[in-house]
């Protein structure tokens, strides 16, 4: 895969690195995000059809990046890593230890509301290089990772549009399914009646696609992106689709969160630090793009919680 500077000299490791570039419908904050944490990075790293366990990602010049990636047929690989440079928001540099060994560098360039990133895998030798393509077709799977941290943005972006756009406070279950939030929630819409809130049923082909975003299969555009019932005393269960064709990972213990929408931000930083001390902190509370102001986290107990707040007070 030869590569050329712009002034047409071409690049002296041109026979042994891997470049690839794309620009994301998504503000750089939020690709920075699913990228540098963990809780987001395993639900997208690998190629199709490929998962990932990681144990430790220390982002931080010097850290370690422990992951093992489970393939299809059931081997694992196991990978180690080790960050180089990191500039928030710039730049990501890190050190293949494990075999094939290369130097990964990940470039971010905001460009307005979008992100632009440059990937570049520099291998050891050229021997090495040709050997992983030929035998890990690791250009095809680098191709297949940035679809899959595209596709993963863009269903994160468009659930959580889907929270309340009112300032009325109130607190909700938020539940994710793989594939069956319909015939959940029609069983828990036989037990409790009533009839469906909001908008009604949400699917993702409902949502028109972005600018530069990959298209939807036809299976995907049928799942149900948001949907709400009001249970006994006005509780409200909300439910969305999150398949692994989107990139997610849905486990007993991530498959829920309490979600909590305050009417104005100083409750909302107050509850959100409240609950995530001594926890884990899965989304910074900050501005979101979507205009709100949100984040996430999981509590000591291991509780899952968002909060989520439109008001500009």
Aim: aromatic share 12%; net charge positive.
């Amino acid at each position: 895969m030869a590569q050329k500077k712009e002034n047409n000299i071409p690049s002296p490791t041109a026979d042994r690195e891997i470049i690839l570039t794309r620009t994301l419908n998504a503000p750089v904050e939020l690709v920075w995000e699913v990228w540098t944490n963990m809780d987001h990075i395993k639900n997208w790293w690998g190629p199709n059809g490929f998962s990932t366990t990681i144990s430790m990602m220390d982002v931080k010049p010097g850290g370690e990046w422990n992951l093992v990636i489970h393939g299809p047929d059931g081997t694992d690989y196991k990978n180690k890593s080790v960050f180089k440079e990191i500039i928030k928001h710039k730049k990501i540099v890190y050190e293949h230890m494990s075999v094939p060994k290369f130097l990964a560098t990940i470039e971010f360039e905001k460009q307005g509301a979008k992100t632009f990133i440059k990937w570049h895998m520099l291998f050891d030798t050229k021997e090495e290089f040709i050997r992983t393509v030929r035998t890990f077709k690791a250009d095809e799977g680098l191709r297949q990772n940035i679809s899959k941290l595209e596709t993963y943005i863009s269903a994160q972006i468009n659930i959580r549009k889907q929270l309340n756009t009112t300032n009325v406070a109130r607190t909700c279950t938020y539940l994710n399914f793989n594939g069956i939030t319909e015939k959940a929630f029609l069983f828990y819409k036989s037990v409790f009646g009533g009839e469906f809130s909001g908008k009604g049923i949400q699917r993702f082909a409902d949502v028109p696609p972005a600018e530069g975003q990959p298209p939807l299969s036809a299976a995907d555009k049928k799942l149900i992106l948001h949907i709400e019932l009001t249970l006994l005393g006005g509780h409200v269960l909300m439910g969305t689709d999150a398949p692994e064709s989107m990139g997610f990972k849905i486990n007993f213990g991530n498959n829920y969160y309490i979600c909590l929408e305050p009417d104005n931000r100083q409750e909302t930083k107050r509850l959100f630090e409240a609950l995530a001390r001594g926890g884990k902190i899965t989304m910074p509370l900050k501005e979101m793009f979507w205009g709100a102001y949100y984040g996430s986290c999981t509590d000591k107990f291991g509780v899952n919680w968002m909060v989520n707040c439109i008001s500009k007070q």
